[in-house]
């Protein structure tokens, strides 16, 4: 059952387009969350320990950022990542606590701090990825060459549209 069914339990009813276009809308988005259960499983990502490293998915997500960006402020992560400044903070702190990160002032405006990995910072990040790989690997290792190409296709495309801008009315 769909959000479609349950808003028509509700005793809401199809009288128009509005209602037609938030059905259609509930079905992508169960088609979306059956994905994300899907995906979740078969990655084994409902651990909070992400790939039994002792890092939470967010922590390696913000030191992926770090590895692809090279050099970014706090703010260039919290907008990227969507998450709480504050949060954010706790991280940055507790990676440079470790040694994982040092902070740097940008040359451009010397009011920002930029964070940068140190060599202990990419050796954590770079087994994180080649973890993450190895684990994707196993985990379609079932399927023949034309079903990882059509996933890759498939996954593209995904993306595309999900990182499509929003029209402005």
């Not at 970014?72 to 940055?92: E, T, V």
């Not at 507790?94 to 002032?105: N, P, W």
């Not at 990040?125 to 080649?130: D, F, K």
């Amino acid at each position: 059952r769909g959000l479609g069914d349950v808003y028509k339990r509700q005793g809401h009813k199809e009288t128009g387009t509005k209602e037609k276009e938030r059905t259609m809308n509930w079905k992508s988005i169960d088609g979306i969350r059956a994905f994300n259960r899907a995906y979740l499983s078969a990655f084994d990502l409902y651990d909070q320990n992400y790939l039994h490293s002792g890092y939470t998915k967010t922590e390696a997500r913000v030191l992926y950022e770090l590895y692809e960006r090279k050099c970014c402020s706090a703010n260039d992560l919290i907008s990227s990542i969507h998450i709480d400044k504050g949060y954010m903070s706790r991280l940055l702190k507790r990676f440079r606590q470790a040694g994982m990160i040092e902070r740097t002032v940008s040359e451009r405006d010397g009011r920002v701090q930029l964070m940068v990995l140190t060599e202990y910072g990419l050796e954590v990040t770079e087994n994180l990825i080649r973890r993450s790989r190895e684990q994707i690997r196993s985990a379609l290792e079932h399927l023949t060459e034309e079903e990882l190409q059509r996933l890759d296709q498939l996954l593209s495309g995904a993306v595309s549209l999900i990182q499509k801008p929003c029209a402005k009315d």
